[in-house]
C-alpha cells in the first residue's frame, strides 16, 4: 500500500476472496488483510511527523482527537476490504 495506489488493496481482497472457501473467511480475512496494511501505513505516517496533521484533520472533521480519528481511519479499509472480498466470493460462486 505504501508504493500503489489504495485501490490496489481492494483488488488484491477480490482476488483472496475469489479463492476463499467460504464467505465467512473470505469477508475476516480481506478485512483483518486490508486493515493490517493501513495500520501499518498509517503508524509509519505518524511516527515520521504525521501526528501534526492527523491532529489538524481531526480537529477539523470535529473529532478532537487524534486516536479516535485514527480509528475512525481504520474502519474504512474494514468495509472495504469486507466487500471486496465477499465480492470476489459472489463471482466465484456465479461463475460455478
Known amino acids: 500500500m505504501y508504493f500503489f495506489p489504495w485501490w490496489t488493496g481492494s483488488l488484491c481482497c477480490l482476488i483472496i476472496g475469489y479463492i476463499s472457501v467460504d ?4 469477508i475476516q480475512l480481506t478485512s ?3 486493515t493490517t496494511s493501513w495500520a ?11 501526528d501534526i496533521i492527523m491532529a489538524r484533520v481531526a480537529t477539523m472533521m470535529n473529532v478532537n482527537n487524534s486516536i479516535m480519528f485514527a480509528i475512525i481511519i481504520l474502519i474504512i479499509p474494514i468495509i472495504i476490504g469486507g466487500i471486496s472480498g465477499l465480492t470476489g466470493k459472489l ?4 461463475l460455478d
Not at 91 to 94: E, G, K, L, P, T
Open 91 to 94: 463471482i466465484r460462486d456465479a
Open 40 to 50: 501499518v501505513i498509517l503508524i509509519y505516517r505518524w511516527i515520521i511527523g504525521g
Open 23 to 26: 464467505i465467512k473467511s473470505s
Open 32 to 34: 483483518f488483510g486490508l
